[in-house]
């Protein structure tokens, strides 16, 4: 293939924010199209670099059809945003239903991340797999909330290999998702700093019987929590334009932080809500940095 | 300028749907028959076609489907479906109604 071609196509692959299969696909329809094109100026007497240019400029400019290609594939059906939706939609209705202390439905629960993560994850990673993928790393934050009940020697020790560890995790599985597009590694990360601040919430009070109850006190809020990131997450999948997108994600996050916040009943003050909402940001905007990155690399 | 391309904006899908009813063709084919049909009228970045042809693959208005060449190349054939033929037929119906409104109204009152 001529260089002017290949710089192109790269450039375009580079652009467009398609599964890998869709992506795979338009891009064999590009490629056939500055084919036929360059053919055809060959025959007509340009040189195969000229024609290539030729066919190049014919065809527009990369960041304008990526753009357009976008706008297409960017909504998502209602189906997907259900399914997108849904992990959220169970673990509201846990703690609506007062569910969430029953060992079976736990369980139920677990097998169901599980298994839905595994088939998304071998099926192409569709839209839909990138919420399910953030209870994945629930483990990692509960981990680190329970060093708070270490005896304060093995704290710092403790502290030292696991925050290497978390920050390994979660960028090992960030970089994963951000080949498609960094959003999705945003939606994934989205329940994160929610999980944190209603874990801190509770954790904060070091009596277990005390937690217990503070769990059955915040429930209802809990799953109000849950149920905003599911709409968020519905409307993030069904709007087209990218900024929008965005703001789907940041502004709901916001709210949902500020509602821990006041059931919390001060045990998360302002600075641990600023602490918080800086990392609902961060975690919803490093992805594009990592990706430009990756990109550059 | 721009009054024509929001014309051809507006009409694109028909003008797509119209030139894939007659035979199903692949993206180039579609950029060569326009061109030929026109006689040059139409100037677009032909890149800007595939979303176009996407979108309507997507309303279920046409159908892709890869078929491989005597010369062993392999190209997308897009294919109108019945809903596409049904959608055709509306806007042709009212784009007939709309130009003869238009003429009506801009034709000189023949006394």
């Not at chain 1, 260089?3 to 064999?28: F, I, P, Q, V």
């Not at chain 2, 028909?14 to 009228?41: D, F, V, W």
């Amino acid at each position: 293939m001529i260089t002017r071609l290949a710089n192109y196509l790269d450039n375009l692959k580079n652009c467009l924010r398609l599964s890998s299969e869709a992506k795979k696909d338009m891009l064999r329809e590009f490629y056939a199209h500055l084919e036929d094109r360059s053919q055809e100026l060959q025959e007509s007497g340009f040189s195969e670099e000229e024609a290539a240019e030729m066919a190049v400029k014919h065809f527009g400019p990369v960041k304008s059809i990526a753009q357009q290609t976008y706008e297409i594939y960017s909504s998502g059906t209602w189906r997907q945003a259900f399914f997108a939706a849904l992990p959220h939609l169970i673990i509201s209705l846990l703690f609506a239903l007062r569910a969430w202390q029953n060992i079976i439905w736990l369980i139920i629960v677990l097998l169901m991340v599980i298994g839905v993560v595994i088939y998304g994850w071998w099926h192409g990673k569709p839209v839909w797999l990138f919420p399910w993928l953030g209870y994945y790393l629930i483990p990692v934050i509960v981990t680190g909330v329970l060093l708070i009940y270490l005896p304060s020697n093995w704290f710092l020790f403790a502290a030292l290999i696991y925050l290497p560890l978390a920050l390994f995790v979660l960028v090992s599985v960030t970089k994963q998702t951000i080949t498609q597009d960094w959003l999705y590694a945003s939606v994934m990360l989205l329940p994160v700093p929610i999980i944190l601040g209603w874990t801190l919430a509770l954790s904060l009070s070091r009596d277990f019987l005390s937690i217990h109850r503070q769990i059955q006190e915040m429930a209802s809020w809990v799953a109000l929590s849950f149920l905003i990131l599911a709409v968020t997450v519905a409307t993030f999948i069904r709007v087209k334009q990218r900024w929008l997108k965005v703001s789907a994600l940041l502004a709901p996050s916001l709210v949902v932080l500020i509602l821990v916040a006041i059931v919390s009943k001060g045990t998360i003050n302002f600075w641990l809500w600023l602490g918080l909402a800086s990392l609902s940001i961060f975690l919803i905007l490093s992805p594009a940095w990592l990706e430009r990155k990756i990109t550059n690399s | 300028m721009n009054y024509e391309r929001e014309l051809l904006k507006g009409n694109t899908d028909a003008l797509l749907l119209c030139l894939i009813s007659h035979t199903p063709m692949y993206g180039y084919q579609i950029i060569k028959e326009i061109e030929r049909r026109s006689k040059g009228y139409f100037q677009f970045k032909e890149g800007t076609l595939y979303p176009a042809l996407h979108r309507l693959e997507r309303a279920g208005l046409v159908r892709g489907e890869w078929q491989t060449l005597p010369n062993s190349q392999e190209r997308r054939y897009y294919f109108i479906t019945e809903k596409g033929k049904q959608v055709l037929a509306e806007r042709l119906s009212i784009w007939q109604d709309f130009s003869t409104a238009v003429n009506a109204i801009i034709q000189p009152i023949s006394t």
